[in-house]
């Protein structure tokens, strides 16, 4: 069997550049050659150079009539490739596709162009949906001037295809939002009880959208955490958490002001029911998230002390 990539996606989305960039990693880069099917030929261009270093022989197919499985089998016999990548005309129905019997798809992505989405999500949409459907990834770039929608354009992914993963970058690169429909707590309640699954999640999501959690009551079970030079109603109640590997670690907590804390030890283990704000704190050296305690009780030490994301 062939494996085969499909890169979909329309006119100036982006497919050229990220198989470029694909095709210059070390990990692509193994025996054999690849062939590079054209379904149409953008603004960028393939240097003979990159091609040459990547062991890519290129070959267009210039109409939809002409994606057939003869032509390709036609090309394979020519080229003797080990895989074959597809960059695929976003105007043609991927419905149709026919391809040799013995070539296999490994994985199909989608490449969109954030800033011209709705645009082809309202007027081309049985074609947008058959891409999105047929997809393991989705992959929106552009995104800087449309951070606002980048919810909607997700849900609307996932209308069509549930299992989706999908990417969001902007130009320094990927980004890492977070959800309010990926969070595995209910934000709209004015209570919040973590577990030790979703504190990490939650520590990431109050740094990027604090005003989420403003007015709500947060509960959670951490270890505390003093230092001399905090005040003596400061203290931090934080989890550990492997960030790579088991030599890096981090603990993860905000300040916290409560009345008791000079009652408290490094290390001790309490369930803290407290608010979020943001305000300015010298250990922060400007504005953070600030804890404010409403009852911090000890307790014992959870089963899973280390925490993940």
């Not at 150079?49 to 499985?69: H, I, Y």
């Not at 307790?299 to 002390?305: D, G, L, S, V």
Request: net charge negative; hydrophobic share 40%; with cysteine.
């Amino acid at each position: 069997m062939k494996p085969v990539y499909m890169i979909n996606g329309f006119l100036e989305s982006g497919k050229s550049t990220f198989i470029k960039f694909t095709i210059q990693q070390q990990y692509f880069r193994i025996a054999g050659t690849t062939l590079l099917i054209l379904c149409e030929e953008g603004e960028e261009e393939y240097d003979e150079r990159l091609l040459k270093a990547a062991g890519t022989v290129v070959r267009v197919v210039d109409s939809e009539e002409d994606f057939n499985p003869t032509n390709l089998l036609a090309m394979e016999k020519e080229v003797n490739p080990e895989r074959i990548i597809i960059e695929f005309n976003g105007m043609w129905n991927s419905k149709e596709i026919k391809l040799p019997f013995h070539w296999n798809i490994e994985q199909q992505i989608t490449i969109v162009d954030a800033s011209t989405f709705p645009t082809y999500y309202n007027n081309m949409r049985s074609l947008v949906a058959e891409m999105i459907r047929k997809s393991e990834l989705i992959i929106f770039n552009r995104c800087d001037t449309v951070m606002d929608n980048l919810a909607t354009y997700r849900r609307n992914i996932k209308a069509v295809n549930a299992t989706a993963d999908v990417v969001f970058e902007n130009k320094e690169g990927e980004i890492n939002e977070i959800f309010e429909e990926d969070l595995p707590y209910d934000v709209k309640q004015d209570s919040i009880e973590l577990d030790d699954s979703s504190y990490g999640i939650w520590y990431l999501d109050s740094i990027d959208h604090a005003e989420r959690y403003k007015d709500k009551k947060i509960t959670f079970v951490g270890m505390v955490m003093k230092a001399p030079a905090f005040e003596k109603d400061v203290f931090v109640p934080g989890r550990k958490a492997m960030t790579c590997c088991a030599d890096d670690m981090s603990f993860l907590g905000f300040i916290c002001k409560w009345k008791d804390a000079p009652k408290l030890k490094n290390n001790d283990w309490v369930k803290v029911t407290a608010t979020l704000s943001m305000e300015y704190y010298k250990e922060y050296k400007g504005v953070g998230p600030v804890l404010h305690a409403e009852s911090v009780e000890q307790t014992q030490k959870p089963a899973q002390e280390i925490i993940g994301f």
